[in-house]
């Protein structure tokens, strides 16, 4: 398997943190079942890509300075100096990743510049993902950024422009993340999922995922779940229109009290019309950043109980009830 760190970074920054290069690295070597991994050179590839001279040179030097030559490390690590967009097709061709899974990480710090290409090449193989993270400053930017460039990372500017055009400044970045989301199906990622992560302090940063297997969703959300609420971040699903999350829950628990996010998401999912328990499971499975298709027999036995959901089949409500929103709630 490769993993592709396409914007790497210089390995360490000012404030002394570890940057993704060394933190991935450090997580896989010391994992609790690194003995069980089976680990070697052939099986395993890091490949890391940066433009910056300078920051290509401290990236390399920090790697060898906490974990020592490269070339003595159980898996092949491999230090590359370019650019996303240009190399990682062919660096994953050298080093014969296609064939086998590869999971791409684009997080570029804002400079969203992948072209659309590059997703679709990593979603027509097998068993392969992507992340691409959006900065709280790149929907504010969008009118220094060149039109041709934006039709090669959303696939023409027939797809972009109403995302552009949005006259609402608090509803376009849910625009541009909704039309990215869209450019990845198009690429061939039949799941896309969208995260907005809300740290403690200072602006939102974006996440985009794409993946083609269910376990890949359940994998992406119990990932999200496990940071959720730490150090003071969490992560919210951008259709969430209300308020900051009321607390975090656990996620194969429920209280009695849900979380307002997801109260917010399946009334949404009603709003299209009655639907059954199990549908409304899918669609928080496949449609939403946090929450299971578990969810939703839970959240529509609360619900029903406060009376913003009501079951219109009868006998006991399951996940083949159909289900949906009271009379007056309806446009």
């Known amino acids: 398997m490769t993993l592709?760190?396409?914007?790497?970074?210089?390995?360490?920054?000012?404030?002394?943190?570890?940057?993704?290069?060394?933190?991935?690295?450090?997580?896989?070597?010391?994992?609790?079942?690194?003995?069980?991994?089976?680990?070697?050179?052939?099986?395993?590839?890091?490949?890391?890509?940066?433009?910056?001279?300078?920051?290509?040179?401290?990236l390399v030097s920090e790697l060898v300075a906490?974990?020592?030559?490269?070339?003595?490390?159980?898996?092949?690590?491999e230090v590359r100096r370019g650019e996303a967009g240009k190399d990682s097709l062919p660096v994953l061709t050298e080093l014969g990743a296609w064939g086998n899974p590869i999971l791409?990480?684009?997080?570029?710090?804002?400079s969203v510049n992948v072209p659309?290409?590059?997703?679709?090449?990593?979603?027509?193989?097998?068993?392969?993902?992507?992340?691409?993270?959006?900065?709280?400053?790149?929907f504010s930017r969008r009118e220094e950024l060149n039109a041709d460039l934006l039709d090669t990372v959303f696939g023409g500017r027939g797809f972009w422009m109403p995302a552009a055009d949005e006259a609402r400044s608090d509803e376009r970045w849910r625009a541009w993340l909704g039309t990215y989301r869209n450019a990845l199906k198009r690429a061939g990622f039949g799941y896309q999922l969208?995260?907005?992560l809300v740290p403690r302090t200072g602006q939102p940063l974006y996440l985009v995922f794409g993946t083609g297997s269910d376990a890949g969703l359940r994998a992406m959300k119990d990932a999200m779940w496990k940071v959720d609420d730490r150090d003071g971040e969490s992560f919210r699903d951008p259709r969430n229109r209300g308020g900051a999350v009321?607390?975090?829950?656990?996620?194969f628990q429920m209280e009695e009290t849900l979380d307002p996010e997801l109260v917010e998401l399946v009334t949404q999912r009603l709003e299209r019309g009655d639907v059954?328990?199990?549908?409304?499971?899918?669609?928080?499975?496949?449609?939403?950043?946090?929450?299971?298709?578990?969810?939703?027999?839970?959240?529509?036995?609360?619900?029903?109980?406060?009376?913003?959901?009501?079951?219109?089949?009868?006998?006991?409500?399951?996940?083949?009830?159909?289900?949906?929103?009271?009379?007056?709630?309806?446009?």
């Open 4 to 58: 592709l760190d396409a914007f790497a970074g210089p390995g360490r920054y000012e404030a002394g943190e570890p940057g993704s290069p060394v933190f991935i690295l450090d997580r896989l070597l010391n994992h609790h079942a690194v003995e069980r991994m089976n680990l070697s050179r052939s099986r395993v590839h890091l490949v890391f890509i940066e433009r910056d001279p300078a920051r290509h040179e401290h």
């Open 66 to 77: 906490v974990f020592g030559p490269l070339e003595d490390l159980p898996v092949r690590v």
């Open 104 to 110: 791409g990480i684009f997080d570029s710090w804002g």
């Open 116 to 138: 659309l290409k590059v997703m679709a090449r990593i979603a027509r193989n097998r068993s392969s993902e992507v992340i691409t993270t959006f900065g709280p400053n790149w």
């Open 194 to 196: 969208q995260f907005q």
């Open 246 to 251: 009321a607390g975090q829950i656990d996620l």
């Open 276 to 331: 059954t328990v199990e549908a409304v499971g899918r669609w928080l499975l496949t449609e939403t950043s946090r929450w299971m298709s578990t969810h939703a027999l839970k959240a529509a036995r609360v619900m029903r109980q406060d009376g913003s959901l009501v079951v219109q089949s009868a006998g006991k409500l399951t996940n083949k009830s159909v289900v949906g929103l009271p009379a007056p709630v309806r446009s």
